[in-house]
């Protein structure tokens, strides 16, 4: 087909730029590619970790989307207010747009305040305004209660709030104040990690309670105090904290809700090989899908899998416009590193795809899955921007 065609990719996120970048390299000039996001930036999400023990800053960790118009893509910076999948159609601040290809990879909008108090009295690590207060916040603490928690029990990357509970510990080993502070982890899952099955969770709720951190599971926060620096849980426990860092619930975008995309998931619902959602054309892909796994849980919201579904999507994109690519499918396999402090990780990696169970392989703690963290976060920001 040589007619000229509009790609248009929502979100400008892990998923979206590697779908941009990837149909840019691939298709011939004559196709336009187009990239939208609210923001300026592109973050480096997993690096927040480190910013929030004063390691990284928020230069370091994030890149100008305008970098992107030097490849030939069409960076447009706006609110996207209305998607009409039936017609492809998009509003981006005001302004329409048409596609011959829509791609949806808006993420998941974080919503401290639908836990009351929450958002008042402690610190949203997952964003970077939220990592930056909790390391001011850090600065000052001297002693007391630090307490972590995850307000649901699904987020994305299951494996960085226990990272971010080592990565405290680890800090205030560093400033030799560790023997003043009880550290404390409250999770509203049962267990760290669970859709990786039980050996991995008790192996990570062992690296954690190593560290003398108190390991709360199914303890669902219901409610802040901020005057009284309390929390209380469904099962109703009560806690007090000096100091708080939260994951926050997760829920889709309001563009994306309105547009009739969830499905029974919460999520949207797409092809889990080829991302492909109801209507014709139009994929999503990302921590905005939700793809339920044999074993009961979804797959879980990761840049790793953003990025493998981004491929897939952009190849398959590829071969409908020009004939020429391979079929590709998505095949639910990806990995993470699990950062424990001391300059040393653990690696997981596996088929999250694999049935009855996901097969995983969880590689032991040492210093060279820290130094391939720090390796990725390079290319990261160096291979797409
Ligand atoms: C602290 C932390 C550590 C993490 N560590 C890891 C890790 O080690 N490994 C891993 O695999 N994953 C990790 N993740 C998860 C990973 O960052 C996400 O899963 C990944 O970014 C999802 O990519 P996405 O493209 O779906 O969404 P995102 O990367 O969130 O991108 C969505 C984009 O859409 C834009 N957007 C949303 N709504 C609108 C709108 N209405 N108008 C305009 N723009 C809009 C947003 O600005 C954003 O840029 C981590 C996340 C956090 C917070």
Same mark, same amino acid.
């Given at each position: 087909?040589?007619? !000229?065609?509009?790609?248009?990719?929502?979100?400008?996120? #892990?998923?979206? #730029?590697?779908?941009?970048?990837?149909?840019?390299?691939?298709?011939?000039?004559?196709?336009?590619?187009?990239?939208?996001?609210?923001?300026?930036?592109?973050?480096? =999400?997993?690096?927040? +970790? *480190?910013?929030?023990?004063?390691?990284?800053?928020? %230069?370091?960790?994030?890149?100008?989307?305008?970098?992107?118009?030097?490849?030939?893509?069409?960076?447009?910076?706006?609110?996207?207010?209305?998607? %009409?999948?039936?017609?492809?159609?998009?509003?981006?601040?005001?302004?329409?747009?048409?596609?011959?290809?829509?791609?949806?990879?808006?993420?998941?909008? +974080?919503?401290?305040?639908?836990?009351?108090?929450?958002?008042?009295?402690?610190?949203?690590?997952?964003?970077?305004?939220?990592?930056?207060?909790?390391?001011? @916040? +850090?600065?000052?603490?001297?002693?007391?209660?630090?307490?972590?928690?995850?307000?649901?029990? /699904? $987020?994305?990357?299951?494996?960085?709030?226990? %990272?971010?509970?080592?990565?405290?510990?680890?800090?205030?080993?560093?400033?030799?104040?560790? %023997?003043?502070?009880?550290?404390?982890?409250?999770?509203?899952? &049962?267990?760290?990690?669970?859709?990786?099955?039980?050996?991995?969770?008790? /192996?990570?709720?062992?690296?954690?309670?190593?560290?003398?951190?108190?390991?709360?599971?199914?303890?669902?926060?219901?409610?802040?105090?901020?005057?009284?620096?309390?929390?209380?849980?469904?099962?109703?426990?009560? =806690?007090?904290?000096?100091?708080?860092? $939260?994951?926050? &619930?997760?829920?889709?975008?309001?563009?994306?809700?309105?547009?009739? +995309?969830?499905?029974? !998931?919460?999520?949207? !619902?797409?092809?889990?090989?080829?991302?492909?959602?109801? $209507?014709?054309?139009?994929?999503?892909?990302?921590?905005?899908?939700?793809?339920?796994?044999?074993?009961?849980?979804?797959? &879980?919201? @990761?840049?790793?899998?953003?990025?493998?579904?981004?491929?897939? #999507?952009?190849?398959?994109? #590829?071969?409908?416009?020009?004939?020429? =690519?391979?079929? /590709?499918?998505?095949?639910?396999?990806?990995?993470?590193?699990?950062?424990?402090?001391?300059?040393?990780?653990?690696?997981?990696?596996?088929?999250?795809?694999?049935?009855?169970?996901?097969?995983?392989?969880?590689?032991?703690?040492?210093?060279? *899955?820290?130094?391939?963290?720090?390796?990725?976060?390079? $290319?990261?920001?160096?291979?797409?921007?």
């Amino acid at each position: 087909m040589n007619r !000229s065609q509009t790609i248009v990719i929502l979100g400008g996120g #892990v998923g979206g #730029v590697v779908c941009a970048v990837e149909l840019r390299k691939k298709l011939p000039k004559q196709h336009r590619v187009v990239l939208v996001d609210r923001e300026e930036r592109h973050l480096f =999400a997993p690096s927040l +970790l *480190w910013l929030m023990i004063g390691q990284r800053t928020a %230069e370091k960790i994030s890149r100008p989307l305008d970098r992107l118009r030097k490849k030939g893509i069409d960076v447009m910076r706006g609110e996207i207010q209305h998607i %009409e999948p039936a017609e492809r159609h998009v509003t981006v601040s005001g302004e329409s747009i048409t596609a011959d290809h829509l791609i949806i990879s808006l993420g998941a909008d +974080l919503a401290p305040e639908t836990i009351p108090g929450l958002a008042e009295a402690g610190h949203n690590f997952y964003t970077l305004e939220g990592a930056e207060g909790l390391r001011d @916040a +850090l600065g000052r603490f001297r002693s007391g209660k630090l307490a972590v928690l995850t307000a649901t029990p /699904a $987020y994305k990357c299951p494996a960085a709030p226990y %990272e971010a509970a080592m990565l405290l510990e680890y800090h205030c080993r560093k400033q030799k104040i560790r %023997e003043q502070v009880q550290i404390d982890f409250y999770a509203a899952e &049962p267990g760290p990690m669970g859709v990786a099955g039980k050996e991995i969770t008790a /192996a990570v709720r062992q690296m954690v309670e190593d560290k003398g951190i108190g390991f709360h599971p199914e303890h669902q926060i219901t409610q802040v105090n901020a005057d009284d620096r309390k929390l209380t849980f469904a099962n109703g426990a009560q =806690a007090d904290f000096d100091l708080l860092a $939260y994951v926050p &619930p997760h829920r889709p975008p309001r563009v994306v809700k309105e547009a009739g +995309l969830v499905g029974d !998931s919460g999520w949207v !619902s797409v092809d889990r090989h080829t991302m492909e959602t109801e $209507y014709p054309g139009v994929y999503a892909l990302g921590d905005v899908v939700g793809i339920p796994l044999a074993v009961g849980k979804p797959l &879980p919201k @990761a840049g790793v899998f953003a990025h493998g579904e981004a491929v897939v #999507v952009a190849q398959n994109i #590829v071969r409908c416009i020009t004939g020429k =690519a391979e079929p /590709a499918r998505f095949d639910g396999h990806g990995e993470c590193f699990i950062e424990t402090g001391d300059g040393k990780a653990g690696f997981g990696r596996g088929n999250f795809y694999g049935e009855p169970l996901p097969q995983i392989k969880l590689h032991k703690v040492g210093r060279r *899955w820290h130094a391939g963290k720090i390796l990725f976060e390079k $290319y990261w920001l160096r291979r797409w921007f």
